[in-house]
């Protein structure tokens, strides 16, 4: 696991997460979910059963909830911590629908599932074969065609603009009200981490792992979200 994972597994800064996660780093954040809930209702079912990779915190799972009253949720996420804070967010919401495992995608049952989300998680799995791996078990739990939302936090790390970018992102949190210090803490978190990639990287792994009709829905400042077809 990175240092930012280790995070994860911090129940203080757990404690932090709906206030200092990203609502308060990834701009748009609610926009992002209405957006997400739109796309995924544009080929989902009715009563469909949605795979939730990266489910800690909760939040998507209880915004997707909200909107659609027979969709049903399994999430997993290899931090408990992280699963204890998205059953008390969401579970009021989602109830019986939500299933929660603790582990990676390959943890998850095989499905078919009819859509699936990986939302700011991909950044966190280092780019050693294990981010397409995690897409390739996303895709093959899907029924063919079903829609894959990736959203992720991508950097050029060569780039002669990638101070100036960090800067952004800390300025981003410091304008949402996140103290100083904890702000301090994540730019360094993401200056020293391998995994978060550029965003045409993610576009060659979706490839890679044989997602079709790829397309760009969501761009602010550093983060992308992507809709896709398994
Ligand atoms: C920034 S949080 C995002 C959580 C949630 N998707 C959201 O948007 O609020 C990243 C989550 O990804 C989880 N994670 C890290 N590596 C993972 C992996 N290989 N598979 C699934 N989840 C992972 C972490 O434990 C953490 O809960």
Redesign the pocket.
């Given at each position: 696991?990175t240092d930012m994972?280790a995070h994860?597994a911090d129940p203080d800064r757990v404690r932090q997460y709906l206030e200092n996660?990203?609502p308060a780093f990834t701009p748009g954040h609610a926009g992002l979910m209405q957006m997400i809930g739109v796309l995924l209702g544009e080929t989902m079912p009715q009563d469909g059963t949605l795979l939730?990779?990266?489910?800690?915190?909760?939040?998507?799972t209880r915004y997707l909830a909200g909107i659609e009253p027979q969709w049903r949720f399994v999430g997993?996420?290899?931090?408990a911590a992280?699963l204890d804070l998205a059953r008390a967010t969401a579970g009021d919401v989602a109830g019986e629908r939500l299933r929660l495992i603790e582990g990676?995608?390959a943890d998850a049952p095989d499905g078919p599932f009819d859509a699936a989300?990986c939302?700011?998680?991909l950044g966190?799995?280092p780019d050693n074969g294990?981010k397409l791996e995690?897409l390739c078990q996303a895709r093959q739990r899907l029924r063919p065609g079903a829609p894959f939302v990736l959203?992720d936090q991508c950097l050029d790390r060569n780039a002669a603009d990638f101070t100036k970018r960090l800067d952004r992102y800390a300025a981003y949190a410091r304008r949402s009200g996140v103290d100083d210090d904890v702000v301090a803490g994540a730019r360094a978190g993401v200056a020293a981490m391998e995994s978060v990639v550029p965003a045409q990287r993610n576009e060659q792994l979706l490839a890679e792992a044989g997602f079709d009709g790829t397309e760009l829905f969501y761009l602010a400042m550093g983060w992308r979200g992507w809709l896709s077809y398994a």
């Amino acid at each position: 696991m990175t240092d930012m994972n280790a995070h994860f597994a911090d129940p203080d800064r757990v404690r932090q997460y709906l206030e200092n996660g990203p609502p308060a780093f990834t701009p748009g954040h609610a926009g992002l979910m209405q957006m997400i809930g739109v796309l995924l209702g544009e080929t989902m079912p009715q009563d469909g059963t949605l795979l939730v990779i990266g489910a800690g915190g909760g939040l998507e799972t209880r915004y997707l909830a909200g909107i659609e009253p027979q969709w049903r949720f399994v999430g997993v996420d290899p931090a408990a911590a992280m699963l204890d804070l998205a059953r008390a967010t969401a579970g009021d919401v989602a109830g019986e629908r939500l299933r929660l495992i603790e582990g990676t995608v390959a943890d998850a049952p095989d499905g078919p599932f009819d859509a699936a989300t990986c939302i700011l998680v991909l950044g966190l799995v280092p780019d050693n074969g294990a981010k397409l791996e995690l897409l390739c078990q996303a895709r093959q739990r899907l029924r063919p065609g079903a829609p894959f939302v990736l959203v992720d936090q991508c950097l050029d790390r060569n780039a002669a603009d990638f101070t100036k970018r960090l800067d952004r992102y800390a300025a981003y949190a410091r304008r949402s009200g996140v103290d100083d210090d904890v702000v301090a803490g994540a730019r360094a978190g993401v200056a020293a981490m391998e995994s978060v990639v550029p965003a045409q990287r993610n576009e060659q792994l979706l490839a890679e792992a044989g997602f079709d009709g790829t397309e760009l829905f969501y761009l602010a400042m550093g983060w992308r979200g992507w809709l896709s077809y398994a």
